[in-house]
C-alpha cells in the first residue's frame, strides 16, 4: 500500500503513477467520496453532458442552421469537456 505525508497545510501530492493509474491529467479535477471507517473513494472527475444541454445551448443565437461538420465539433468539444457556459 502506497502513503502519502500530509503538509502542515493539510495537502498532499499523489504521485504520478497513481495519477496515470486514475487517468488523471494535469488541470483535470478529481472526487472524493466518504465511505464508513474513515475511508475516501477516489476517482477521475468526469464532465457531465446531456442532449438537452447541447441542444440548448445553440437554441436562439445561431441566424442559419448548423452543418453537420459543425455539429460533430460541437459534439466532439462536449465529450472533450472543453464547452464552457458564455
Do not use: C, Y
Not at 12 to 21: D, F, I, P, Q, Y
Not at 24 to 35: A, M, N
Not at 46 to 54: L, N
Amino acid at each position: 500500500m502506497a502513503s502519502l505525508t500530509v503538509t502542515v497545510k493539510g495537502q498532499v501530492t499523489l504521485k504520478r503513477e497513481l495519477l496515470k493509474h486514475l487517468g488523471i491529467k494535469p488541470g483535470e479535477r478529481v472526487e472524493f467520496e466518504k465511505l464508513p471507517g474513515g475511508e475516501l473513494k477516489l476517482r477521475a472527475a468526469r464532465p457531465s453532458g446531456s442532449i438537452d444541454s447541447f441542444i440548448g445551448r445553440h437554441a436562439g443565437k445561431l441566424k442559419k442552421p448548423l452543418s453537420i461538420a459543425e455539429m460533430n465539433e460541437i459534439a466532439a468539444a462536449g465529450w472533450a469537456g472543453e464547452l464552457h457556459d458564455e
